[in-house]
């Protein structure tokens, strides 16, 4: 059986999960939370990062500070994870869909402007697969319109454009280290700022809205109930495993590299044969190699793609159902225009395992399979 997808633990993953248990600190914030802390500033080159115990919690207090009022709107892609247009509507917000791009998969900036209203807040790009958005274009129409620019940088982890970190380019930026990312606590997440304001009010929202963080710096002299907010904090447990992950990021990158380049470059005869079209990645970009995945030329051949590749023991998902399609998408969400890259995306893309232990040996058998499928086609 080759899974999908791997936990990475490291030999250093216990003895620091036993290490927090000795410092008889297990709650939020303690010694490995401030190692990770300062590990992802630096690494990020950012003003504030604050760890949360998910993805979703950072997207929830981006959607707290940017302030939303019932019925205001929040473009976004429909190609994306539920969270990111969960976060916004729990504030009351209508998550406004456009349409993504045919080579990067993300948010379409061309499509922007059209989706614009009096009552838009805020443009959520996704950098889907760690492959940067067009900032540059997104920033610039944020600024005309003077919209919050908020990043869902989950999947983006070491990945840049134009050589800045993804997460630190917009006005927020939100991370995941689910066990299915690149980096991983298992469950956990991290919000980045650059904005001295936001960051004072996301510390305090992090910490179910108290100045509890500035009452342990001393600088009140006790701690109350100031702004709305929540318990985002993970534990100095999850901390610790995250922190013995973050002291090997560079191999797991590396090797996630060098496992996403050997995918690219055997199923170059396909794409040129017009089988598959491999990912693309314009210049200004980077590859964190998040996700291989293969665009196939319907959904009945992708169908009969992943059942092969079942029949043999590996594990091949599809991904997102776009949100404008699902109930609650349809129930909570604004869809300006017909989302045909979307739909076609979602019907024909096909994800291939990819994770740090990916053995030589296992990857050749899932291209071998691959190829295989492919021939007949
Ligand atoms: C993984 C992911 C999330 C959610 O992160 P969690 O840590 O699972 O809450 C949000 N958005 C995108 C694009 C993701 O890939």
């Not at 108290?210 to 929540?230: C, E, H, I, L």
């Not at 060098?258 to 170059?268: L, M, N």
Request: proline content about 4%.
């Amino acid at each position: 059986m080759i899974k999908f997808n791997n936990p990475v633990f490291t030999e250093h993953s216990e003895k620091y999960v036993a290490d927090a248990f000795a410092q008889k600190h297990v709650s939020g914030d303690g010694k490995y939370t401030k190692l990770c802390h300062e590990y992802m500033k630096n690494k990020l080159g950012c003003h504030e990062a604050l760890l949360v115990h998910s993805g979703t919690a950072a997207l929830e207090i981006a959607a707290i500070l940017a302030d939303l009022h019932e019925g205001d709107e929040v473009i976004m892609p429909s190609y994306t994870f539920c969270s990111t247009a969960n976060a916004f509507v729990l504030q009351g917000a209508v998550p406004v869909f456009v349409d993504i791009r045919a080579d990067t998969l993300n948010l379409d900036e061309n499509k922007i402007e059209a989706a614009i209203t009096s009552k838009t807040k805020a443009i959520v790009p996704v950098h889907y697969a760690g492959v940067a958005c067009e900032m540059d274009a997104i920033k610039a129409i944020a600024a005309k319109h003077n919209l919050l620019v908020i990043e869902d940088a989950a999947q983006a982890y070491d990945a840049f454009y134009k050589g800045k970190s993804l997460g630190t380019l917009g006005d927020m930026g939100c991370f995941s280290f689910h066990e299915t990312k690149n980096i991983m606590a298992g469950e956990g997440g991290l919000f980045v700022t650059n904005n001295a304001k936001l960051a004072e009010r996301a510390e305090i929202v992090r910490e179910k809205g108290t100045n509890r963080s500035k009452f342990f710096r001393g600088q009140v002299d006790k701690y109350t109930w100031v702004d709305k907010g929540s318990s985002y904090l993970p534990s100095d447990i999850v901390a610790a495993y995250l922190y013995s992950i973050l002291e090997i990021a560079d191999n797991i990158q590396a090797k996630r590299r060098k496992i996403w380049q050997r995918y690219y470059e055997a199923f170059a005869g396909a794409e040129t044969a017009e089988k598959i079209r491999r990912p693309i990645i314009p210049a200004e970009c980077s590859n964190n190699a998040h996700m291989f995945y293969l665009l196939f030329n319907n959904l009945p051949t992708r169908t009969a793609f992943i059942s092969y590749l079942k029949k043999y023991d590996v594990a091949a998902p599809f991904h997102y159902i776009p949100l404008h399609s699902a109930p609650a998408g349809k129930k909570f969400c604004r869809t300006p225009y017909e989302m045909p890259i979307t739909d076609r995306v979602s019907e024909t893309l096909v994800r291939l395992p990819l994770y740090y232990d990916l053995s030589e040996q296992e990857q050749n058998r899932v291209i071998d399979i691959c190829m295989e499928f492919m021939e007949k086609l």
